[in-house]
């Protein structure tokens, strides 16, 4: 079986921080609750978006923060 390899990455909760993944161009929110979301920042070995819960998503960080281009978010 193979063993599938995902790039990890911490999340920190970091009250206030300035780089939340509500900013991140990878986070998206819940659609039926914004304090939760979800990052898309991870690839699983085949290439695949592997989504990861932010259980708090004003107050997670984490090492690969990018700010977005959130553009998809301007034309809702
Ligand atoms: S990459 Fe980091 S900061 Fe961005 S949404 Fe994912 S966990 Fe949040």
Redesign the pocket.
Known sequence: MAEVKKRAFD?VREPGTT?P?LK?K??IEDPTDPSVGQ?T?GRTTEGGVWKRL?HDYYN???A???EGEVDFRDHV
Do not use: D, E, L, P
Request: aromatic share 14%; proline share 0%; glycine share 6%.
């Open positions: 999340m780089k993944c991140c990878w986070g990052c920042s932010i997670t960080t984490c690969k923060f990018t």
